[in-house]
């Protein structure tokens, strides 16, 4: 078992900026892929980033690309999700999940899910 909690959400003002952090306890956090996904009142959940179990690689979402950063810290336990230039569209909940092996942009190949943290951009 993996456990996820997210933080750092919050209500920021558009063309701001927040970092998302995803703290792993359990399992060898290195071993497992990490991901962000996001979901909004009304909407599917969304993949926004991934990034495979070094580093190495990194896939984005075209809603989030060049805007999102994911990027994580094994000594650390910790994935984090840099956002910039936010936009009243961000609003969602965020989540995190972990799966082991290589990492995919489907929600349905995560086996892991924090709880999520709330981002509001404010126009």
């Known amino acids: 078992q993996v456990q996820l909690v997210e933080s750092g959400g919050g209500l920021v003002q558009a063309g701001g900026s927040l970092r998302l952090s995803c703290a792993a306890s359990?399992?060898?956090?290195?071993?497992?892929?990490m991901a962000w996904f996001r979901q909004a009142p009304g909407k599917e959940r969304e993949f926004l980033a991934a990034?495979?179990?070094?580093?190495?690689?990194?896939y984005y979402a075209d809603s989030g690309e060049g805007r999102f950063t994911i990027s994580r810290d094994n000594a650390k336990n910790t994935v984090y999700l840099q956002m910039n230039s936010l936009k009243p569209e961000d609003t969602a909940v965020y989540y995190c999940?972990?799966?082991?092996?290589?990492?995919?942009?489907?929600?349905?190949?995560?086996?892991?899910w924090g709880q999520g943290t709330q981002v509001t951009v404010s126009s």
């Open positions: 359990g399992r060898t956090f290195s071993n497992y892929a």
């Open positions: 990034i495979t179990w070094s580093g190495g690689s990194t």
């Open positions: 999940a972990a799966r082991p092996g290589y990492l995919r942009a489907s929600m349905e190949s995560y086996d892991y």
